[in-house]
């Protein structure tokens, strides 16, 4: 079957979990997005965002971009840590491999050994390259992190999933963890508190049942499962971003 012709298709095989799924122009390995904004980067370690519906190249070089509520934050191949300022990045310490600004101004991310940081609001906002900033180490070991309205959620190397309570943007590492079960190899947290991931075969989950008196939700929910073999996944106002195995780019509304 044509592209085409199966992109024809998608609102009649989605049914209530997916309608309207369109690739988008370009190849990305990664995608983030937050309040109506969207940057990736590809394999190149390209920087993109976009405007409209055209893709717009950010000079620089990173493996993994994020964008929230905290502004847009980035590493690099050598886990250098950067945040766009001004149209321009600018370095900041620490070192991590990948990085989330989705939470209530506040970042974090997990570093190249799986240690788990977080930057508390008041130093999201007060960065600059002549001071370390005061990261916070958070217990355990996660491969990827991200935070959202009403916590964090995080996978660990063996793709277990754990959601951390108590988490503010002054108290940023929270109180405690708790098992969730199910497997997935990434995981993203929506500003709005949504959670989806990839599991290791490319599936694509939703976390439902999640309200701010229960954070950690009911059941995973498979979604959008005939679109692709996806690698990574967002969602923002009602559209679901994915890279799938290849690089491609899809945009499904939800």
């Known amino acids: 079957m044509m592209l085409w012709e199966f992109l024809l298709l ?28 969207v940057f990736g980067v590809n394999s190149a370690g390209n920087i993109y965002t976009l405007y409209g519906d055209s893709w717009v190249q950010v000079p620089g070089s990173l493996k993994h ?27 900041v310490t620490g070192l991590l491999k ?18 788990i940081y977080c930057l508390a609001h008041s130093a999201t906002v007060s960065v600059n ?9 958070i217990g355990g070991s996660l491969k990827y992190y991200s935070c959202g ?31 969730v079960p199910g497997k997935l190899s990434m995981i993203e947290v929506g500003t709005e508190g949504s959670v989806y991931g990839v599991n290791s075969a490319g599936q694509i989950y939703r976390r439902d049942g999640i309200t701010k008196s229960n954070p950690i939700g009911t059941t995973w929910t498979q979604v959008a499962s005939f679109i692709c073999k996806c690698k990574h996944v967002s969602y923002d106002l ?11 780019i899809m945009k499904c509304r939800i």
Not at 11 to 35: F, H, M, R, T, V
Not at 243 to 248: A, E, L, V, W
Request: net charge negative.
């Open 129 to 137: 390259s002549d001071s370390a900033l005061p990261w916070v180490n």
């Open 98 to 115: 990948q990085i989330d600004a989705g939470g209530d101004m506040f970042v974090a991310g997990v570093n190249m050994h799986d240690g």
């Open 149 to 179: 309205l009403w916590g964090c959620w995080g996978v660990n190397s063996a793709d277990n999933i754990y959601f951390r309570f108590d988490v503010t943007p002054d108290s940023c590492a929270g109180s405690r963890w708790e098992y």
């Open 65 to 91: 971009v994020t964008v929230g509520p905290a502004g847009v934050w980035g590493v690099n191949n050598n886990n250098n840590i950067y945040k766009l300022v001004g149209g321009s990045w600018q370095q």
């Open 238 to 248: 009602g559209r679901l971003w994915l890279i799938t195995d290849q690089d491609k």
């Open 10 to 37: 998608l609102p009649l095989l989605a049914g209530s979990s997916a309608q309207d799924c369109i690739e988008i122009l370009g190849s990305l390995k990664q995608i983030d997005a937050s309040n109506g904004q």
